[in-house]
């Protein structure tokens, strides 16, 4: 029964935390495409975009999602930064892999988009939706296992004890 209510817990965790998923990517995406198509910046909008939607995803993440395992300690807020750091990183990395290697440009974007969104849907954005992915894969993984992770009880006595 105990194993049934927290795969339970678990979901409602995993439903939190892709609303706010949503919540951050709008705001990032928002913040990205007005100064990617404004200025042409593609990496520093994506820095820009990113760290938007990062302080917006501590506030609702570490107010509701994990609400119950927050500490907000100096650990939790650097461990949060530090995931959120690796998860710019393969952000990055995947934009520069999708731009770079693979070749996804604006030419190539316009071949298969519809003419009516081909002004707005650029190569970056469609860099960015599918770095998008690897990102808050991540990031969900970085943030449960590291960051608000459930407080550990106290150590069973008998079991602190070595066996000899």
């Given at each position: 029964m105990a194993h049934n209510e927290e795969t339970k817990?678990?979901?409602?965790?995993?439903?939190?935390?892709?609303?706010v998923g949503v919540l951050n990517t709008l705001v990032d995406f928002a913040v990205f495409q007005s100064l990617n198509l404004t200025l042409g910046w593609v990496y520093a909008a994506q820095v820009a975009g990113y760290t938007f939607g990062v302080i917006n995803s501590y506030l609702w993440n570490s107010n509701w999602t994990f609400r119950e395992h927050r500490t907000r300690s100096i650990r939790e807020m650097a461990m949060f930064?530090?995931?959120?750091?690796?998860?710019?990183?393969?952000?990055?990395?995947m934009i520069w892999l999708l731009r770079e290697v693979i070749g996804v440009s604006n030419e190539w974007v316009a071949l298969w988009m519809p003419k009516a969104l081909a002004g707005f849907i650029k190569g970056d954005t469609v860099c960015k939706l599918i770095a998008t992915v690897f990102a808050i894969a991540v990031n969900y993984l970085g943030n449960r296992l590291f960051v608000f992770r459930k407080k550990e009880a106290a150590p069973d006595q008998a079991a602190a004890t070595p066996i000899e």
């Open positions: 817990k678990t979901i409602r965790q995993m439903v939190k935390f892709a609303i930064l530090l995931v959120n750091l690796a998860s710019l990183g393969v952000s990055l990395g």
